[in-house]
C-alpha cells in the first residue's frame, strides 16, 4: 500500500518570495529603439491582460474621457507603425486598463528607478534610515579616530 504524503504542509524549499517590482522579461521588449520597445511593451501587454482589444479600448475610453479603438491600439503595438507612438495620458489609461504596471516600470528603469507598490514604501524608508545611520556612524568613527590622534600630539605622545 502506497503512504500519502501530507498535502497540508508547505513545501518551505518550493516557496519564493513575491516580486516587489514587476519587469517585461528582458526578450519580450528587446527593440533597436525606444519607441520600438514601447510597441513591444504595449503589446505584450496587451496580449497578457486576458481582455480582448476592443474592451482594452473601451476601459480605456471610459477611464480617460476621450474615444480610444482598436485600431489605434494596434497601431500602438505596432512596430511598423512609427508614427503611431502612445502618448502619455493613453498610456495611463492602457496601464489603468491591463492593469499591467510593467508598463510603469518600463519608463522608470532608464532613469535608474523602480516602481514598487505603497505597501512597500515603509521598508523602504526603513532601509534607507539604516543606510544613514551606518554613514553617520563611520563618520562617527572617523571624528573619533581624528580626535585621538589631536589628543596624543597634544600630549605628546608619539
Excluded at 510597441?39 to 475610453?61: F, H, I, P, Y
Amino acid at each position: 500500500m502506497r503512504i500519502r504524503g501530507d498535502d497540508r504542509t508547505l513545501d518551505l524549499l518550493n516557496w519564493e518570495p513575491p516580486k516587489v517590482v514587476h519587469r517585461f522579461e528582458v526578450d519580450h521588449v528587446r527593440a533597436a529603439t525606444l519607441r520600438a520597445q514601447i510597441s513591444k511593451a504595449v503589446a505584450v501587454a496587451l496580449k497578457d491582460c486576458g481582455k480582448n482589444r476592443d474592451e482594452v479600448a473601451q476601459e480605456m475610453t471610459d477611464y480617460l474621457g476621450e474615444t480610444t479603438g482598436k485600431n489605434m491600439l494596434d497601431a500602438y503595438a505596432s512596430e511598423a507603425r512609427e508614427d503611431h507612438v502612445i502618448n502619455v495620458v493613453r498610456f495611463m489609461g492602457l496601464v489603468h486598463a491591463t492593469g499591467d504596471i510593467r508598463l510603469l516600470q518600463l519608463l522608470a528603469e532608464p532613469f535608474g528607478l523602480a516602481v514598487v507598490e505603497k505597501k512597500y514604501l515603509p521598508a523602504i524608508d526603513e532601509a534607507m534610515d539604516v543606510d544613514r545611520r551606518e554613514a553617520l556612524a563611520a563618520e562617527l568613527d572617523r571624528l573619533d579616530q581624528r580626535i585621538a590622534v589631536r589628543r596624543k600630539h597634544r600630549r605628546g605622545t608619539p
